[in-house]
């Protein structure tokens, strides 16, 4: 299993996918955090502090994740 910055590969996908729909629908980030974290048995803290992590990351496997959702800090 791939891991990207301590994440499974999938669910690293599934967070960036789920703060770019949730972007779009006008949510907050602080939300999103949150609710990523409930749904995934994680803290909305530990959640924020993996996607700044992520967006700072330049190796490929994490652009690539990236890659077309325009996400920013």
Sequence with gaps: MEKINGYAREEAEELVRSIAEGKKKGKTLTSLFSEYGKKQGRAG????????????????????????????A
């Design 45 to 72: 803290g530990s959640v924020r502090n993996y996607y700044y992590k992520l967006l700072k990351t330049q190796s490929e496997p994490v652009q690539k994740v990236l890659e077309g959702k325009a996400l920013h």
